[in-house]
């Protein structure tokens, strides 16, 4: 056990961390709207600078770095600490551009994967549908062959940034017959395709952060399909992976952590510092000690990667765990504010323009989405601990 | 970096580990419960003829100089097993008396420790928090007062007793007016005693530059130990949950098939597993003396309490009736956990702790 840098690492932090702070004037981030040409520069800097898209092959518009786990974590540590606007790291980056990478073919590759990356492509996910949730696999929306084209009929649903994509990757059944895991294909198309329509699905924080999909008689090329058709189950399973590792980041709750602390330093209850209140502070030092446990937890989890070995039970829980201590900081932060917590929108007396009331609300969401609470239960039990799958009921005449 | 256990600290675990399987059965532990001594002393021989008295004695004095991390891997080993002896006293003495005493009783003291040979009562619970105005005063180099909870005073040739000032000092158990107490508690596999103390003599341990220094070393250490205790006691019992509902049928199929049943299992080890890295860490956070070591041993006790409760309630449910009957033995685990949770400090006390470390306090 060394948690000790040495030279090399310290050295590219120091480097990494240097580079961010001296190029503050270039500095773009979320408050300006996706293809905002400030933040394309911003990301195009990053990617020649190997801080994003660092392990992609250069062929294909990344920096073409060996994948080194330390150094990807030591940027994002210095984006963390710096302030610096972070890497793209949207559904396009996270999940597409992984999943091309291990199943896509050349020409795909070639056509995607740096526009993507430079955030000139704008993609989102198709795969929920208002059947198919947590039981992925029964997905209905169909792709029918009709000559040289597949005709698309059916809905997604849960489908976040649909407004703004110019693609989209979805999950399609092909085959009616096969089995249901094996009739399912992967396909990408452009979303401007007559027969799509949008619409926005307003959630629990009152923003449209989600969308509904309809598709009508929507006909594609037969290139548009990711592998071989059929096999699109194995090919999200790639893309799956993918997801539950960005959910779930313990250096996100440390942050959140220390902003906590400050609230309870500046809010006041009866003229008393809440961080004086002895109650609201074994509160918050209960929920210190989970995110240290998750934090050595992730430590764990990477020395595993670094080593190439299974994190297992340690890397199974990060999504349950993370999510739900994320959840319970936002609580804590509410219940700092007290009535002022109720507080929504634009109004008087609002901290911090109502981000932990928004937190609070959206990360719910994220505990529903990406593998629900209680699927990630599932994983755990069958997986980790190697429990039983519950027998499929019998059918009777 | 890296932050895994090496392969030395695994094979270590390995070796104790399996001294325990082949040396410490369920029938044991009941006899060491119902006050047969005899079980812990033959235990206690082999892990002392296995070295263990001398893994935190420092090279230069005849012990293996190992660290708190290696300490806390074999605790949970321990916890595991619940076994009825251990190494508690010989590695809080090695830290306080390296930690405080002149060069002379170092070369004494040391050597016998990791030998053997000078066994320690820990009495140090009142350096957490006194339960009934406990406590040792000291007067003309003398102790008068009580020291509750003290640890592994069954097998002691001497005590080490840390004062109301935080100053530590060694006596020999049989020295005039020392008297012991032995306490029953539900925790049958750990023997707890209460010593009074009426003006008997003492060698106080005055090598420390800031006196309380190495009391508060020993208590830090102490906190991570019985957290590692309680991680491997709690990571039994949810085996076992797992693997009984495995066994058992209801309604013409395991247990274990039953999501309400799976998923009481899969919420034991989401918040179990993180636990093991956070031992770690705190134990690694004491050795390198990070700044924040004393903070993450109160952290590391006080979410290795709240954790190891609700794993030692949930896995007796997963084993229904049988869970509550003396036969199946799973109540030493879940006792084991519970007097973990109160030993030198309950949750509450050792978060206030924490709080106060950091500043947090009006």
Redesign the interface.
């Known amino acids: 056990?060394?948690?000790?840098?040495?030279p090399e690492?310290e050295a590219f932090r120091d480097a990494t961390t240097e580079f961010l702070l001296s190029s503050k004037e270039k500095w773009s981030g979320s408050g300006l709207p996706m293809r905002d040409p400030l933040r394309l520069a911003w990301q195009k800097l990053l990617i020649d600078q190997g801080y994003a898209a660092r392990t992609i092959p250069a062929r294909y518009g990344g920096y073409g770095a060996e994948p080194d786990i330390?150094k990807s974590r030591l940027i994002s540590e210095a984006f963390a600490q710096t302030g610096a606007p972070p890497p793209f790291a949207n559904q396009g980056v996270s999940m597409l551009v992984p999943t091309l990478l291990e199943k896509g073919s050349e020409e795909q590759k070639q056509a995607w994967v740096g526009k993507t990356l430079r955030g000139e492509t704008i993609w989102c996910q198709g795969y929920s549908e208002p059947g198919a949730g947590s039981d992925l696999a029964s997905l209905r929306t169909s792709a029918a062959l009709d000559g040289d084209e597949y005709v698309i009929n059916g809905q997604k649903i849960w489908t976040s940034t649909a407004a703004q994509a110019d693609m989209i990757f979805c999950l399609v059944r092909t085959d009616p017959d096969a089995p249901k895991h094996h009739g399912i294909s992967y396909m990408i198309f452009a979303m401007d395709t007559p027969g799509i329509e949008v619409r926005p699905l307003i959630d629990m924080t009152g923003s449209p952060n989600f969308n509904e999909v309809f598709f009508t008689d929507v006909r594609v090329p037969l290139d548009c399909v990711v592998g071989e058709p059929g096999q699109g189950w194995a090919v999200a399973n790639a893309t799956l992976k993918h997801e539950r590792g960005m959910l779930g980041d313990p250096n996100a709750a440390k942050t959140r952590l220390l902003a906590i602390?400050e609230l309870?330093k500046s809010e006041t209850l009866d003229g008393?510092?809440i961080?004086?209140n002895?109650v609201f502070?074994?509160r918050?030092?209960?929920l210190?000690?989970?995110v240290?446990?998750?934090?050595?937890?992730g430590?764990?989890v990477?020395?595993?990667s670094?080593?190439g070995d299974s994190a297992g039970?340690?890397g199974l829980?990060i999504k349950?765990?993370g999510c739900e201590l994320n959840h319970q900081l936002a609580g804590l932060a509410i219940d700092v504010m007290g009535e002022l917590g109720l507080l929504y929108g634009e109004t008087p007396r609002i901290r911090d323009r109502g981000s932990w009331q928004w937190r609070y609300m959206y990360d719910l969401g994220l505990i529903i989405g990406g593998g629900t609470a209680?699927i990630?239960?599932?994983i755990?039990?069958?997986r980790?601990?190697?429990?039983?799958?519950?027998?499929k009921p019998q059918v009777t005449a | 970096?890296?932050?895994?256990?090496?392969d030395d600290?695994r094979l270590l675990q390995e070796t104790i580990a399996g001294f325990l399987s082949n040396n410490v059965t369920l029938d044991d532990v009941r006899k060491a419960a119902g006050g047969d001594n005899s079980v812990s002393d033959r235990i206690g021989d082999g892990l002392t003829e296995l070295g263990l008295p001398a893994l935190l004695v420092p090279k230069e004095y005849g012990g293996l100089g190992l660290g708190l991390?290696e300490a806390a891997v074999l605790q949970e080993t321990l916890g595991s097993a619940v076994s009825p002896a251990g190494f508690t006293g010989a590695a809080l003495a090695s830290i306080g008396i390296a930690g405080a005493a002149s060069e002379e009783l170092k070369t004494e003291l040391l050597p016998a420790i990791a030998s053997g040979a000078a066994r320690f009562a820990i009495a140090l619970s009142e350096r957490s928090g006194a339960r009934d105005n406990a406590g040792i005063k000291v007067e003309g180099g003398r102790l008068t007062g009580t020291a509750l909870f003290v640890l592994d005073a069954a097998r002691a040739t001497h005590i080490l007793v840390a004062d109301s000032e935080g100053v530590l000092h060694v006596l020999t158990v049989d020295e005039n007016g020392v008297g012991r107490t032995v306490l029953s508690t539900i925790d049958g596999t750990r023997d707890y005693a209460e010593y009074r103390f009426d003006n008997a003599p003492a060698t106080p341990l005055t090598g420390e530059n800031q006196p309380g220094m190495a009391a508060d070393r020993m208590l830090a250490a102490a906190l991570i130990l019985i957290a590692a205790d309680t991680l491997g006691a709690a990571q039994h019992m949810l085996d076992a949950a797992?693997d009984y509902?495995?066994e058992r049928e209801q309604f013409g199929?395991?247990i274990?098939?039953?999501?309400a049943v799976?998923?009481m299992?899969?919420?034991m080890?989401?918040?179990l597993?993180?636990?093991?890295?956070?031992v770690?860490?705190a134990a690694?956070a004491f050795d390198?003396d990070d700044p924040e070591g004393p903070i993450?041993a109160c952290?590391?006790k006080?979410?290795l309490a709240?954790t190891g409760t609700f794993v030692a309630r949930t896995a007796t449910e997963v084993h229904g009736g049988m869970g509550f009957t003396d036969l199946l033995g799973l109540h030493f685990w879940f006792k084991r956990i519970g007097a973990n949770r109160q030993l030198f400090g309950g949750?509450?006390k050792t978060?206030?702790e924490?709080?106060r470390l950091q500043g947090?306090?009006?």
């Open positions: 056990m060394d948690l000790s840098l040495g690492y330390l602390v309870m008393e510092r961080i004086d002895p502070r074994d918050l030092v209960k210190q000690a989970e240290y446990a998750m934090q050595a937890n430590m764990r990477m020395t595993a670094l080593k039970m340690a829980v349950l765990q209680q990630q239960k599932n755990i039990a069958e980790g601990l190697g429990m039983p799958r519950e027998p | 970096m890296g932050f895994a256990l090496s600290q991390v797992v509902a495995g199929r395991p274990a098939q039953f999501q799976k998923h299992c899969a919420e080890a989401a918040k597993e993180p636990c093991r890295a956070l770690w860490h690694y390198s993450m952290l590391a006080a979410h709240e949750p509450e978060r206030a924490a709080a947090w306090t009006a």
